[in-house]
């Protein structure tokens, strides 16, 4: 059970979800936007996270659309994860958030809700990363499509009453060459002690990694190792260890010496099967 009351609201248009933040937020109230419900309902219910009202964006139609419209994959924010793995319009996402928690809880947690979430996995956002993604935001400034890595800084930086609508690919992601491998200590469907993400575009590797460190993260210093090819691949592999944006995480799902095992490991594979894929 939820500790506190809060009231609940479903716009059906994007106008008016923007006017119904504005409206609570000059009411002095705490106003949260969701798009699957399920990390408020977790969180909520262990008393990290508390709002007055929540908007949930589940009955906006832009907000469910999964096509190709011309030379574009689009992808609404609360599109479950299911629907996108089912769907097979993006292999290297598909098979990437297939391979988030069980197959129950991925019909309810959203694309949205996952790249937005609290936890530092987010493993939905890897792909999106390594495809040059763009995402479409509504807010007090109306509507506005942006690339994605300018948003993303180890998190999703939304201004307050912003939300996401939908997210957009380009058509020639969905070919490429690819890996997704994800690796847990106990079960499959735990925390990852690393994910990867990767891409084989004009004979290089692009990845983007999960469970490595805090956050999510895609660094060309990273792939600029992984693609310098008069290095042995043990030198490589090393070389983007050295080259990781923050230490390797140390917690109770894995040591960091463990996740560096598991890690270097990971890597291998990927550039194994992504070197070998026909182009």
Known sequence: MIPFDFEYF?????????????????????????????????????????????????GIPECHVLEQQEDQLVIGAAVSLNKISESALFPLLGQTVKQIADHTSRNKITIGGNINSRLIYREG???????????????????????????????????????????????????????????????KISYPVVSIAALLKEQQIRAAFSGVCEFPFRSDQVEAALNETSLSKVERIDKVVSLLPSPIVDDIQASSEYREFVLKNALHVIIDALEVAPT
Do not use: C, W
């Not at 933040?21 to 109230?29: I, S, V």
């Open 10 to 58: 479903k716009p059906n248009t994007i106008s008016e979800a923007v006017q119904t933040f504005r409206e609570l937020q000059n009411q002095g109230k705490q106003v949260i936007y969701y798009s699957g419900g399920t990390e408020f309902i977790t969180f909520s219910r262990i008393n990290q996270m508390k709002a007055d009202a929540v908007i949930d964006i589940k």
């Open 125 to 187: 956002i890897l792909p999106l990363l390594l495809s040059e993604a763009k995402v479409k935001l509504a807010g007090n400034e109306g509507e506005i499509v942006l690339p994605l890595a300018n948003l993303f800084d180890r998190e999703l930086k939304l201004d307050t009453g912003e939300f996401l609508v939908h997210i957009s690919v380009k058509k020639s992601y969905m070919s490429l060459p690819f890996a997704s491998l994800k690796k847990t200590k106990i079960s």
